[in-house]
Nanobody, 124 residues
Framework: QTQLVESGGGSVQAGGSLRLSCAAS????????MGWFRQSPGKEREFVAV????????YYRDSVKGRFTISRDNAKSTVYLQMNNLEPEDTAVYYC?????????????????WGQGTQVTVSE
C-alpha cells in the first residue's frame, strides 16, 4: 500500500520561498496522479495543485497560479511543491495526496492516499 511522507515545511517571511517534498513508498507511484492540499485553522481543506500521472499536466487553484509549481520525479517516487512569493494567506498545513484519477484530486473527494501534513507559516 502506498504511503506518503511530506517534508520541507517551516516558517518564512512574506515574499519568501519554500519547497515541499512528498516521498511515496510502493512501486506504483508512476501510475498515480499526485496533489497538494492545504488546511488553515477554522477552514476546510482546499485543493492547491495536481500533476497527472499520464502526461504530467498540471492544475492549480487560482490564488497560487504563477507562484507555486508542482513537479514530480518518478525515479525518486517524489512530488514537489515549489512555493515562491509566499503570502500570509498561504499559512496552513499542507497535505500530499495520491490517486489514480486526476479528477479525484482536483475535487478533493474520496482520495485514495493522504500524507500526514506539514506546517507552513508565513509571517508579515
Amino acid at each position: 500500500q502506498t504511503q506518503l511522507v511530506e517534508s520541507g515545511g517551516g516558517s518564512v517571511q512574506a515574499g519568501g520561498s519554500l519547497r515541499l517534498s512528498c516521498a511515496a513508498s510502493g512501486r506504483m507511484f508512476r501510475y498515480y496522479s499526485m496533489g497538494w492540499f492545504r488546511q488553515s485553522p477554522g477552514k476546510e481543506r482546499e485543493f492547491v495543485a495536481v500533476i497527472s500521472w499520464s502526461d504530467d499536466s498540471t492544475y492549480y487553484r487560482d490564488s497560487v497560479k504563477g507562484r507555486f509549481t508542482i513537479s514530480r520525479d518518478n525515479a525518486k517516487s517524489t512530488v514537489y511543491l515549489q512555493m515562491n512569493n509566499l503570502e500570509p494567506e498561504d499559512t496552513a498545513v499542507y497535505y500530499c495526496a495520491a490517486d489514480r484519477y486526476t479528477v479525484a484530486l482536483k475535487s478533493g473527494g474520496n482520495v485514495e492516499v493522504w500524507g500526514q501534513g506539514t506546517q507552513v507559516t508565513v509571517s508579515e
